[in-house]
């Protein structure tokens, strides 16, 4: 059973357009969800991360917002670079003795220049 | 520069052979992870280890697959006999002691192993 659905697989989008990225989970339990980027063979890096308690986190041009009610959040990317071309995992987490990430799948980027 | 290493960074090898993966840990982490990615699961967690002790491998296939840290500064993951659907990127990721990690993981650049 997938906890973390993460849509779409792939995006591409012009420079200087917006990325969205959206996930949705089940788990009530989970209190922490971060963001990962992956550049071809590379592992992937924490990005940014949000608490529940909050509903928006900003860091330069990347923005998380949670909903959750709707027991959803997005990654927007604004004025997207070809740099940030890149795989995009969001995931989550239940903050307890365990320490085990749930990831979505992944979702390609393409930035066009 | 403090980042995770990995060995070998490319495996090609037969069906039925033993192959061993290390993982050298950021110096000071005390909490070590496995993981795997293929392009169908995604990223999927195998086990992880805190202060070198096992506390999850509920991920991982028990019968060919194990996971040890002989000491702080080596994680080991070898799969005997390996098959074909073993065939994926192979990630180790630390994370720092003291307060939940949980936000902190690290990753290693991978090994990518291929079984014919």
């Known amino acids: 059973q997938q906890q973390v659905k993460q849509s779409p697989q792939s995006l591409i989008v012009q420079k200087g357009g917006i990325s969205i990225i959206n996930c949705a989970y089940e788990?009530?339990?989970?209190?922490?969800f971060p963001w990962y980027q992956q550049f071809p063979g590379k592992g992937p890096a924490l990005l940014i991360a949000i608490r529940p308690d909050v509903s928006e986190k900003k860091e330069g041009r990347f923005t998380i917002s949670f909903n959750k009610s709707a027991k959803q959040f997005s990654l927007h990317i604004m004025d997207s670079q070809p740099g940030d071309s890149a795989t995009y995992f969001c995931?989550?987490?239940?903050?307890?003795?365990?320490?085990?990430?749930?990831f979505g799948k992944g979702t390609k980027l393409t930035v066009n220049p | 520069d403090a980042r995770v290493t990995q060995t070998p960074r490319d495996k090609v090898t037969e069906m039925g052979q033993e192959v061993t993966m290390r993982c050298q840990p950021i110096l000071g982490h005390n909490t070590v992870f496995w993981y795997r990615q293929t392009m169908m699961q995604g990223l999927e967690l195998l086990a992880y280890?805190?202060?070198?002790?096992?506390?999850?491998d509920s991920g991982m296939p028990k019968d060919r697959f194990s996971a040890e840290m002989p000491d702080a500064t080596l994680a080991t993951l070898k799969i005997q006999p390996s098959e074909p659907r073993d065939s994926a990127v192979y990630f180790c990721?630390?994370?720092?002691?003291?307060?939940?990690?949980?936000?902190?993981?690290?990753f290693g650049p991978g090994t990518r192993l291929t079984v014919l």
């Open positions: 995931a989550a987490i239940k903050r307890s003795r365990s320490e085990k990430l749930v």
């Open positions: 990721a630390s994370g720092p002691s003291g307060t939940p990690s949980y936000n902190e993981q690290f």
């Open positions: 280890f805190r202060n070198r002790a096992p506390l999850d």
């Open positions: 788990n009530t339990a989970f209190d922490y």
